[in-house]
């Protein structure tokens, strides 16, 4: 998710999807793939370093939901990621498979 992050193109209330779903492909809320895989270089709440690559994120909770979702500190690129079949495949294995590959191949 670059720009806001890394290389990839994923307040608690309400406590829904944890990435807007496109129209016709919603994320699976509990997967949580998209907030472990990628890095993101941007420094945000709770990780002044930003997040490494497989490193879980601080605000992924227990049930793997954002605990950020709607706060206003929740970082720009996970606001912005989209949940779509060519990253979240048809599970969440297959997520974190795909995510991790990407991430690999976008590596400086
Ligand atoms: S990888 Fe896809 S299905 Fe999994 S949490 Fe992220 S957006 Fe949702
Ligand atoms: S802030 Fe929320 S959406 Fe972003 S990586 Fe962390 S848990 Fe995932």
New binding site residues.
Partial sequence: MTGAATAFP?ASAPRM???APRMDFA??PG?????IAPSIATPFLGMPRGKRAGERCVHLDSANLCALFGHPDRPRFCAD?R?EPA??GDS?AE?MAI?ERLERDTRP
């Fill in positions: 994923g999807h944890e990435h994320c699976r997967c949580g793939a998209c907030c990621l949940a990253m979240c969440d997520a995510l």
